[in-house]
């Protein structure tokens, strides 16, 4: 079973605008969320984190929200410029165990 | 951050062979993570690879298939044993840094013949 969703294979966003990626989870255990941002024939970068004890963590254009009782959290991209577009995946720790993906999200930005 | 190179960045090679693919780490990590990422899907965890001890593997791998080694704190390796076309992936070598974040190497692309 898949323990970290994200159920949109793509998203198409005007340049400019905000860019909004969503993942959901099913093990409460998790304890930290990543983002990550993927190029083709590279390895994933990081992003950025949030710690289930947050609601929100912010990194310039890049602010992720938790929402624990939804089992949700979303990353919002704000402007949104032509080098975002790339795959996002969203990940998820328990504890010091490896990281645990979802399928990811081909973030399309048009000019 | 972390600054991780792999050996080979990619390769091809004939069914039934092994590939050994190799990790370095720009600074001493405690723990080592190997992903794959198969075509059009996700990335998936094969192993974590602590120095001193036996690698822990995940659901659906083995150490037969998958031996890694980890002979000090800024390096390991993960085989390929035995290859077959279903083992054409992206394989991924990563580092935990705390508080709380993994950095990825650029992968090693495997295409299996």
């Known amino acids: 079973d898949q323990q970290v969703k994200q159920n949109s294979p793509s998203l198409s966003v005007q340049e400019g605008r905000i860019s909004i990626l969503n993942c959901d989870y099913t093990n409460s255990m998790f304890d930290y969320f990543l983002w990550y941002k993927k190029y083709p024939a590279e390895g994933p970068t990081f992003l950025i984190s949030?710690?289930?004890?947050?609601d929100k963590n912010e990194d310039g254009r890049f602010t992720v929200f938790l929402n624990k009782s939804a089992k949700h959290l979303s990353l919002h991209i704000v402007p949104s410029q032509p080098g975002d577009s790339a795959v996002y995946f969203c990940a998820a720790r328990g504890g010091a165990d490896g990281l645990t993906f979802g399928k990811g999200t081909h973030l399309i930005i048009q000019p | 951050s972390a600054v991780i190179s792999q050996k080979p960045s990619r390769d091809i090679c004939q069914r039934g062979t092994s590939l050994t693919i190799q990790c370095q780490v720009d600074s001493q990590v405690t723990m080592m993570f190997w992903y794959r990422q198969q075509p059009g899907q996700s990335l998936t965890l094969i192993a974590t690879a602590n120095q001193g001890s036996e690698a822990t593997y995940e659901s659906g791998f083995v150490i037969d298939k998958f031996p890694i080694s980890r002979p000090n704190l800024t390096f390991s390796t993960l085989t390929v044993s035995n290859m077959s076309p279903e083992d054409s992936s992206i394989y991924l070598c990563?580092?935990?840094?705390?508080?709380?974040?993994?950095?990825f190497g650029p992968g090693t692309r495997l295409t299996v013949t």
């Open positions: 990563s580092v935990f840094r705390e508080p709380h974040e993994q950095y």
């Open positions: 949030i710690s289930s004890i947050k």
